[in-house]
């Protein structure tokens, strides 16, 4: 019993591998496929950057909200995470600003990081050709927005 269980066990294994391998092939074999898997992950980029900094910021305010309950409230640490706290949701609200802003100006979609500790500002484009003129836009859209030299701005084109 044990040797046909052995053999059964092998032959699945030795199957699973056989179409492993057939759709290896026709995942990667067919160019127009590799196109949209390359779109679909681009796409699914932004959609999972999104929902992670939205668990890390919503993680981030608990914590910073058990700090004020906790806390008395004339002491430091009940000042240092109420201005925390505050920062968070101000840079928060830019964001999220920026990148409606970014896709009104007809980028297909884009995701901005604004730094907690400097004023450094990430710009991630969808943009299969990005021009110096849609550079020179979202610099302009950055520093009027959020009060920011274009020299504190990086944008990164992903296509």
């Known amino acids: ?29 067919n160019s127009s496929a590799t196109s949209q898997t390359v779109s679909a992950s681009a796409a699914g980029y932004f959609a999972q950057y999104r929902a992670e900094r939205l668990s890390n910021r919503n993680e981030e305010l608990l914590q910073l909200d058990s700090v004020l309950s906790v806390a008395e409230s004339g002491s430091n640490e009940y000042a240092a995470a109420l201005a925390m706290k505050t920062n968070l949701t101000a840079n928060t609200e830019k964001e999220m600003l920026l990148e409606t802003l970014i896709k009104a100006y007809g980028f297909e979609d884009a995701v901005v990081v604004i730094g907690l500790d400097s004023e450094n500002v990430n710009v991630i484009a969808k943009s299969n050709n990005l021009t110096t003129d849609d550079a020179v836009a979202i610099y302009t ?19």
């Open 141 to 159: 859209i950055i520093s009027e927005e959020a009060s920011v030299s274009p020299e504190n701005v990086k944008i990164i084109p992903i296509s």
């Open 1 to 29: 019993m044990a040797k046909k269980k052995k053999i059964i066990i092998l032959s699945c294994m030795v199957a699973l591998l056989a179409v492993t391998a057939v759709f290896n092939y026709v995942f990667t074999g």
